[in-house]
């Protein structure tokens, strides 16, 4: 492509005017710096202004000279200049402010938010690049002063990851060292140096800068920090207030190259230093479901696959408590003796995969020690122990139904219960009836007390105990779980110490009778309003118009029959007033069934009456007729749930209660309780 001399001169022209244009705006920009940089020197130079000693504001003020310091809160309009990208605005508002005020500039900067915020805070919280640095060389002594928080400006920036301005922070740092110093700062340290004291400086929550950065996952920066912490390899051992070290919040967040770097410093400098404390970063990986990150730190670290946390957990306890199925195999895989490792309380891994429920994980353990009955917590508990504590079915169902296993069904621990008895001490009914139902299981053994299943829960339920409590004990009668006689004595002091007061009762008893009451009312009124009102006239006045009809007649005596219950409900919950323990439970047995009945027929009778006023409208008769029946079953059902003889140990009885007791047990959510705690 080639051009005429005419549209070369054209496209000479336009650069001229380019290169001119840009001369004139790089002029510019040094006009408004070189402007810029005069009056920093003149505010700098300023009597008004100036940093004497006198005037020096160090780090332990006082609260009380704080709070009477007249000016201690920021200045509105400095403020909103600090918010601002604007350093010529800033600088506008502190001329004024120093004038008008006649403010020194360490008073002014001392100036604090509510919140503990300095104007290097509040410029660092929206990463005002020239704000920033303006304010550093100002006051410089400001990068070491902590908010409410705890936090530096630094731990601001980390926090929102504004790499380049913590950068360009940390890097010159070593420049304000003797700003601060001269201003009054002191380090915790003698031997220690600015810079070095602000990397390791820990805001309330025990956060450095690097910790900020790892938490809120700035990659990037995190390395950057730590090429320049490598030099204070003590900082990168650092804990917060959590115990969680810099290698930790790096293995949470997958950042590989941090995690690699961090660990040769470890490795490197562990003579020094000792052990890494605090959280387990192998723990990390496997909370984090990260295969490639335990690799990588186990394959520098191999050691650390017996690191114990607080609660003396392996990672492999770690990892079978989660149902991590690939983290379990792949640490197996590595060192197979994990599987043999106690915890704090004596639990090895397969008690915690029985805990939690983790059949799939027994099974795999039990390849790496098949003798499981050697493997006892500090209670002297094997794994069908710790699943009938925790109430889990479907690791019980499991021992029950493997041969292998049929050894731990009837052992005792340090208490001498065995799996039964702590079902029932837990309240598992569910758990309860699947082990009475098992031919194995030896319902006549005794713990150290002397106790069988049975005894425990006659023993321990509350009078007002739960459905589930009761559920438990149903279960134990209907297995027919004999009692110990010599156990007689104990118990019945421990009954006696519950009978002495009736106030858990006086609530029910009162109810009770409130209800009963009520239904004495409506249907003695209903003996007096029958359905289709009365004939006025003739040989029948006065009668029942419905008398004739066979409905009618469910309406008598369905009324009748409940008005009487009721009435009797009544009397005899009278004598429950009278304050004998033992009369108050007889009375409770007997009224409750028949106020049951009372409920049931007055429903019928309501039912019998709306059918005979609606009888000439058949479709409409039918429909409340099917309506009320499905209600009335419903009720029924209740009725008899509660008062079904499942405790019955008869066989047939047990065999037909079944299906009853694993619906209500299944309606009153008592197969989904745990007591195994995290």
């Not at 004595?489 to 009770?512: A, G």
Request: hydrophobic content about 45%.
């Amino acid at each position: 492509m080639s051009f005429s001399e005419d549209d070369m001169v054209v496209i000479t022209s336009l650069v001229s005017e380019e290169i001119d244009r840009a001369r004139q705006t790089r002029w510019e920009r040094i006009q408004r710096r070189e402007k810029r940089r005069r009056r920093m020197e003149q505010l700098k130079a300023n009597p008004n202004l100036g940093t004497s000693s006198s005037q020096s504001i160090t780090l332990d003020h006082s609260l009380e000279e704080e709070n009477n310091s007249t000016h201690r809160f920021m200045d509105l309009d400095l403020y909103r200049a600090a918010t601002k990208d604007d350093v010529d605005g800033f600088i506008d508002a502190l001329e004024r402010i120093s004038n008008e005020k006649e403010l020194p500039l360490l008073a002014i900067f001392e100036q604090v938010s509510p919140s503990g915020n300095t104007y290097l805070h509040i410029a660092a919280s929206l990463n005002n690049f020239k704000t920033v640095l303006l304010i550093v060389d100002l006051a410089p002594w400001l990068l070491s002063t902590k908010n409410s928080k705890g936090d530096t400006p630094l731990h601001i920036l980390a926090r929102a990851g504004y790499e380049n301005t913590v950068m360009r922070l940390v890097l010159n740092l070593k420049c304000y060292e003797h700003s601060t110093f001269s201003n009054g700062y002191k380090p915790e340290s003698e031997s220690a140096t600015f810079p070095l004291w602000l990397m390791r400086s820990q805001n309330e929550e025990g956060n450095t800068v690097l910790h900020e950065a790892l938490i809120h996952g700035h990659e990037s920066l995190a390395f950057d920090l730590l090429l320049v912490l490598v030099k204070d390899p003590e900082a990168l051992y650092y804990l917060n207030k959590e115990g969680k070290s810099a290698l930790y919040l790096a293995t949470v967040a997958c950042f590989f190259v941090c995690i690699n770097l961090l660990l040769d410093k470890i490795i490197e400098f562990e003579s020094q230093f000792g052990k890494l404390k605090g959280k387990s970063p192998v723990h990390a990986a496997i909370m984090m479901r990260k295969i490639a990150v335990l690799a990588v730190i186990l394959k520098k670290k191999p050691d650390w696959i017996h690191f114990q946390d607080e609660e003396g957990r392996t990672p492999l306890h770690c990892a079978v408590f989660m149902g991590y199925v690939e983290g379990v195999r792949y640490l197996l895989g590595k060192n197979a003796s994990t599987a043999t490792e106690r915890d704090k309380d004596g639990f090895f891994p397969i008690h915690m995969a029985s805990a939690k429920g983790h059949v799939h994980l027994i099974q795999e353990l039990l390849q790496h020690w098949p003798n499981v009955r050697e493997m006892q917590n500090n209670k002297g508990q094997n794994i069908l122990h710790v699943a009938a504590t925790s109430g889990k079915l479907n690791v019980v169902n499991y021992i029950l139904k493997t041969p292998e296993l049929q050894s731990l069904v009837n052992d005792k621990d340090k208490d001498g219960n065995t799996p039964l008895h702590l079902a029932t001490l837990h309240w598992h009914p569910k758990l309860v009836s699947a082990l009475t139902w098992d031919k194995k299981v030896d319902l006549r053994l005794l713990n150290n007390d002397g106790l069988t299943a049975l005894d425990i829960a006659e023993c321990y339920i509350e009078n007002s105990s739960t459905f589930r409590q009761r559920l438990t004990w149903t279960a134990l009668k209907a297995a027919g779980v004999p009692q110990n006689p010599k156990a007689k004595v104990e118990k019945q002091s421990f009954i006696q110490s519950k009978l002495q007061s009736t106030d858990n009762y006086k609530v029910r008893v009162n109810t009770l009778l409130l209800v009963a009451t009520l239904v004495a009312t409506v249907t003695f009124a209903a003996g007096f309003t029958m359905p289709g009102s009365y004939n006025s006239s003739g040989e029948d006045q006065g009668m029942a118009i419905m008398l004739k009809h066979s409905i009618f007649l469910v309406f008598i005596f369905c009324n009748t029959i409940a008005m009487y219950s009721s009435i009797f409900v009544a009397v005899t919950l009278i004598w429950a007033q009278l304050g004998d323990i033992h009369l108050v439970l007889i009375t409770l047995r007997t009224a409750l069934p028949l106020l049951g009945v009372a409920l049931a027929t007055m429903s019928l009778a309501f039912l019998a009456g709306i059918y005979l006023v609606m009888s000439k409208l058949n479709w409409l008769a039918n429909a409340f007729m099917i309506m009320g029946l499905v209600f009335l079953v419903a009720l029924l059902s209740l009725y008899i749930f509660l008062w079904f003889p499942m405790s019955s140990s008869y066989r047939i009885m047990r065999y037909v209660s079944y299906f009853p007791f694993c619906l209500l047990v299944l309606v009153t959510g008592s197969e989904d309780d745990s007591d195994f705690e995290e």
